[in-house]
């Protein structure tokens, strides 16, 4: 298969990506007059501590792929090593979409909090805080502070996925305040037609190194201070009793901050000013700036569709992606995550010794960029998804991308393949097809995902150069060799007795971009409370 999966050519590919596009609109044409279904809300209470002991070991002094992509920061050490995990919170006494229970007797205000930490003991020792944060909620209003395991975008499944474009649970998250309506929250008029919901979030990357390059005065260091701005709109179009609802939104996110100390009294907006073009994506520019987008911008626009029969609901959905601004100009729009889920509506509601809950199989292409000769001319150029001239690190934190985990990092990559130096990512052109599964055999609960992938570097290290606005940059000394990614991994977990719970996990990784490895891990965990 991978084989196969190496011959298929641009056009191919390009026609794939065509036929996922037309298949999601057409879909929801079709789907628009479906009848009728109803849901109600999922009643939670009280609070709980889990405590997890793992020992693992991973081959070739490389952890595996999905061991350590989508988890939140939350990884093994390569080799032989052990681990403890520890998590508290309290949840919301009801959670679900307000809208739902408004009229009971339960109080408009309620709060919450998580905290995790995740301890490593191999060759050498290694303490993280995975979650650390407070909730407070009237009604569908929510306002979140500090550390949380959130991602953003619109897709099916978020522990199935191959991870969204934007925020993937990749990373550690930045901590921040966010100020948002986690649920949709359906408006009282036509009969709850239309419901929506959207969040404003500002937080702190802390120092990250910005190009030497862009200073126009001194600077005893190039780490400066960043900070995150993130906001998102989604909508949701369907009565209560449809069978059928269509989605759709639009997230943003961008690095920025410390602009005074690169660019001096050159720089004339003060901080408010600043957060206004961040926050509009407003072109800035000044004598000896260059006139761009201020900071690191990048997010998706996303369409989704889900029809519930009886017994299974499906969902298709897709995220056009977009980094400097091509998909203005739809120059970039074969780009994108195109995915369908399919849900088991009477999971463990029978005796047989299997059972599955959820399918999921999505299909990434960020091949495009609006950067070969023959693309649509656009003023920023190629997109270069998560690379940036500003920031060297590029769209990650701690060391890791924020949003897929496709998008190679190049201090992840093997060594020999062609890399240009400025790039942090060493490959973000990518073609990968992406199964998941979750489901029960006998008592044991099992998840499992398979992801084939194809590299083709960045268009740097491509035999057509990159492009920055009308600036065409001549290819890298060396140009990348496509190369072919197998990644698979197997997930199952057991209850024992006296809420004590066993799990086993296993991963490989084959193939010319990733070292080769093998991993696994087993797990006992204890469980006290009641979420």
């Not at 996922?20 to 009848?35: D, R, V």
């Not at 939670?44 to 350590?68: C, D, E, K, M």
């Not at 969040?199 to 910005?210: L, R, V």
């Given at each position: ?9 641009h056009v191919d590919m390009y026609n794939i990506n065509q036929f996922c596009i037309g298949f999601l609109l057409i879909t929801q044409l079709l789907l628009i007059s479906g009848a009728t279904k109803t849901f109600a809300q999922t009643d939670t209470t009280g609070q709980y501590i889990q405590i997890s002991l793992l020992a693992g070991y991973t081959s070739n002094h ?470």
């Amino acid at each position: 298969m991978m084989a196969i999966w190496g011959k298929l050519t641009h056009v191919d590919m390009y026609n794939i990506n065509q036929f996922c596009i037309g298949f999601l609109l057409i879909t929801q044409l079709l789907l628009i007059s479906g009848a009728t279904k109803t849901f109600a809300q999922t009643d939670t209470t009280g609070q709980y501590i889990q405590i997890s002991l793992l020992a693992g070991y991973t081959s070739n002094h490389v952890v595996p792929f999905w061991i350590r992509s989508n988890q939140f920061g939350s990884i093994p050490l390569d080799g032989a090593s052990g681990g403890l995990l520890v998590r508290a919170a309290k949840n919301y006494a009801i959670s679900g979409e307000w809208t739902t229970y408004r009229d009971t007797a339960s109080s408009a205000w309620d709060w919450g909090y998580g905290l995790e930490a995740r301890a490593n003991i191999g060759h050498k020792a290694l303490v993280r805080l995975i979650d650390a944060h407070v909730k407070v909620r009237y009604a569908m209003f929510e306002a979140k502070l500090g550390r949380t395991k959130d991602v953003m975008g619109l897709n099916g499944d978020t522990l199935l996925s191959s991870g969204n474009f934007a925020v993937s649970g990749n990373a550690l998250g930045v901590p921040m305040l966010d100020i948002r309506i986690p649920q949709y929250y359906r408006l009282p008029w036509f009969d709850g037609l239309f419901s929506f919901k959207g969040n404003f979030a500002n937080g702190f990357m802390g120092k990250m190194p910005i190009n030497t390059d862009v200073f126009l005065i001194p600077s005893s260091s190039n780490s400066l201070s960043t900070l995150l701005h993130q906001k998102s709109l989604y909508g949701r179009l369907g009565k209560p009793h449809w069978r059928v609802n269509l989605y759709g939104g639009i997230n943003h996110q961008v690095q920025w901050g410390s602009e005074k100390k690169v660019y001096g009294d050159r720089y004339t907006l003060n901080s408010m000013e600043t957060l206004w073009y961040v926050f509009w994506g407003k072109p800035y520019g000044a004598p000896s700036i260059p006139r761009s987008k201020l900071g690191n911008q990048q997010g998706s626009v996303d369409l989704g569709v889900s029809y519930d029969w009886d017994d299974i609901q499906l969902m298709a959905y897709r995220q056009n992606i977009y980094d400097v601004g091509a998909i203005s100009k739809l120059a970039n729009i074969v780009d994108g995550l195109n995915g369908i889920t399919l849900t088991n509506k009477e999971y463990n509601t029978t005796e047989k010794n299997w059972d599955w809950q959820k399918l999921l199989f999505e299909f990434f292409y960020s091949k495009d960029q609006a950067g070969y000769p023959w693309s649509k001319p656009t003023a920023s150029g190629d997109e270069d998804y998560y690379n940036n001239y500003y920031y060297t690190d590029g769209w990650s934190y701690k060391k890791q991308g924020v949003g897929s985990p496709l998008i190679i990092p190049a201090h992840t990559a093997k060594k020999g393949q062609a890399h240009n130096p400025s790039d942090y990512f060493i490959s973000n052109r990518v073609v990968a097809g992406h199964l998941g599964l979750r489901g029960r055999l006998y008592r044991w609960n099992v998840q499992s995902k398979l992801t084939f992938v194809r590299h083709y570097g960045t268009f740097a290290t491509s035999v057509y150069g990159k492009s920055t606005g009308d600036r065409w940059h001549p290819p890298h000394d060396e140009t990348f060799s496509p190369v072919s990614q197998f990644s698979a991994f197997i997930d199952a977990e057991r209850e024992l007795r006296n809420n004590f719970f066993l799990g086993l996990r296993v991963a490989i990784d084959q193939g010319q971009l990733l070292d080769n490895s093998v991993g696994g891990q087993v797990s006992l965990r204890k469980f006290f409370g009641k979420p």
